[in-house]
């Protein structure tokens, strides 16, 4: 079989690496980064088959530097972003993409956030932590998602895993989603965008970010919403305008955000998100956990395998439409 060399576009550390490989055939090689410049990236790109793309946007610079490139391996779903794709287009590379672990962490994820938020746990734990021990200060602001309307903007395999999980808690499922046929429904109830903003009493953002998604979040979509409504960001940054977000909860026009996912990541201690006592924030770690990356690799390198015995790809997406 022919030998496949790997490059990890992301920086990882080396225990990752380390579980990385340990799914690889043993006649497959992984370059990896010693560090974030793309300097490097471009000079141990060359020679690689295949380029796997996490959440660091692989640039067409890096694709023309990838002199053997034949093969783009996204190990999640979000490509519109991470990928060039006019320079992969231009050179006919594929692009293949891995739902496998993704799905399940990022709708746990917006559950786990959508909880945080609710019973602002970051700021009690920090506040406990400096000997302050709010038993009453935050009741008239913490919330149960028992009976509350959960409204899903995308819903796609994410934001249907993520609905299963939040009707668990005996919540309504309304969502926005024109691909989404019908009978995919499973007894949510379909809504328009304008609806979901003024009604839910939480939203959980799950669309791709393209150009007609950029900023569908914006300080109008924002004013609609109740000053008891929660939202949740685990799909992009760019989906919702964080200055106006920003603007409503420290003006405590809504009640609480979670967010895995900023506009310019990664954002530092001087982002306005990071004075607002009624923000949860993590980073893009979403699907970020030990489950999803050893799901995620096995299916990487089972495509592979597929690859190089030209089998036809798991989720691949056809870049002459994308
Ligand atoms: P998917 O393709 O299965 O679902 C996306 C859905 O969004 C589709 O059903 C599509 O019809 C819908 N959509 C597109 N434009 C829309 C619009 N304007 N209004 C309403 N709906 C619209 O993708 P998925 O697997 O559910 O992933 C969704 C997104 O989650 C990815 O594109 C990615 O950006 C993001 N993501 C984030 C992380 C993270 O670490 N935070 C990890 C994985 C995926």
């Keep these: 079989m022919t030998p496949l060399k790997v ?19 043993a006649d497959m090689t992984l370059v990896t980064l010693d560090t974030d410049e793309d300097a490097e990236r471009r000079d141990k790109v060359a020679g690689c088959d295949v380029a796997i793309v996490a959440a660091k946007p692989l640039t067409g610079p890096t694709i023309a530097a990838g002199d053997r490139l034949r093969l783009i391996h996204h190990q999640g779903v979000g490509y519109h972003d991470t990928v060039d794709l006019a320079a992969a287009r231009a050179r006919g590379l594929r692009l293949a993409l891995t739902p496998e672990g993704t799905t399940i962490g990022v709708a746990e994820h917006a559950v786990l956030l959508a909880l945080a938020a609710a019973r602002r746990v970051t700021f009690a734990d920090a506040e406990l932590r400096r000997g302050h021990w709010h038993v009453n200060a935050l009741r008239p602001v913490s919330l149960e998602l028992y009976g509350k309307t959960v409204g899903f903007v995308g819903f796609g395999r994410i934001g249907r895993e993520a609905a299963r999980r939040f009707a668990a808690f005996g919540t309504r499922t309304v969502f926005h989603d024109p691909g989404v046929a019908d009978d995919a429904a499973h007894g949510a109830e ?8 003024g009604n839910a009493d939480l939203i959980s953002i799950h669309v791709p970010l393209t150009e007609a998604t950029r900023h569908l979040v914006d300080a109008a979509f924002i ?9 949740v960001n685990t799909a992009r940054g760019g989906v919702v305008d964080d200055a106006a977000l920003a603007a409503a909860l420290a003006e405590k026009r809504i009640l609480a955000a979670g967010l895995d996912v900023f506009e310019g990541e990664p954002i530092g201690p001087d982002h306005p998100y990071c004075a607002l006592p009624n923000v949860v924030l993590t980073p893009h770690i979403s699907a970020g956990t030990r489950d999803a990356l050893s799901h995620k690799m096995a299916a990487v390198f089972l495509n592979l395998e597929r690859f190089r015995n030209g089998e036809p790809l798991a989720n691949e997406v056809d870049l002459a439409t994308a």
Excluded: H, Q, V
């Design 7 to 25: 490059f990890y576009n992301s920086l990882g550390t080396p225990e990752m690496y380390a579980m990385i490989r340990s799914k690889m055939a």
């Design 190 to 197: 379909r809504r328009p965008l304008d609806w979901i903003a």
């Design 223 to 231: 004013a609609r919403m109740k000053p008891s409504a929660i939202l």
